[in-house]
């Protein structure tokens, strides 16, 4: 994607949920400019590349990456030439994505340190 505006996208809940609100919103306030995620095929690859002036304002979402969220593959954006403002969501007011790592402290060790051996991955 090159040289896009994207301005005052909404990716909205509607509660209650009904048959038609489901098929409008079916990613459930994630995203307000872009949701992005990949299926696949086996050794298939997809990417999203945002090159030139590409411009994120005023998007919301009303979870998570009020501009842009992803799922899988994080896509190439060239930071000196994409422009975020005013982009609001409870989680990544601009972009944001889905853990992929992460570690939890198990035991009453207070020393601080992290046992490799106990640090999860998903």
Known sequence: MKDNVFLQNKAILINPPTINSQLLSPKKGLGGAIYFTCQTTKGARCNLTLEGKNQFISNLAENDGGAIIWVKEEPKINKLTTFFSNNSADYGNDIASFVKSYAIKLG??????WNSSRILES
Do not use: A, F, L
């Open 108 to 113: 009453d060790d207070d020393s601080g340190e």
